[in-house]
Nanobody
């Protein structure tokens, strides 16, 4: 069992930056890939970014490539999502999740455990 707690969301203006954190319980955090997903108003949950257990491999959705950066600190059992140059269309609830198998990191159905989400609102 892994418990995940996201933090760092808030209300910002277009062009601003935010850093989301995902704190995990347990001693096996480094055996899980971590993914960030988001769900905007009236939209389906979508993949944002993912990182392998070691942190050596990262993956991004085209919509955030070049603006967002995913990282992790396994010593702190924490993953991060640095979001720069935010746009109103980035407004969503952001969720982190962990996946032991790490086969299709862009698929939400592959993930084993989820956090409760943190709201990010970007005003124009």
């Amino acid at each position: 069992q892994v418990q995940l707690v996201e933090s760092g969301g808030g209300l910002v203006q277009a062009g601003d930056s935010l850093r989301l954190s995902c704190a995990a319980s347990g001693r096996t955090f480094n055996t899980y890939a971590v993914g960030w997903f988001r769900q905007g108003p009236g939209k389906e949950r979508e993949f944002v970014a993912a990182i392998s257990g070691s942190g050596r491999s990262t993956y991004y959705a085209d919509s955030v490539k070049g603006r967002f950066s995913i990282s992790r600190d396994n010593a702190k059992n924490t993953a991060y999502l640095q979001m720069n140059t935010l746009k109103p269309e980035d407004t969503a609830v952001y969720y982190c999740a962990v996946d032991r198998a790490a086969l299709r990191l862009d698929r939400s159905s592959e993930y084993d455990y989820w956090g409760q989400g943190t709201q990010v609102t970007v005003s124009s």
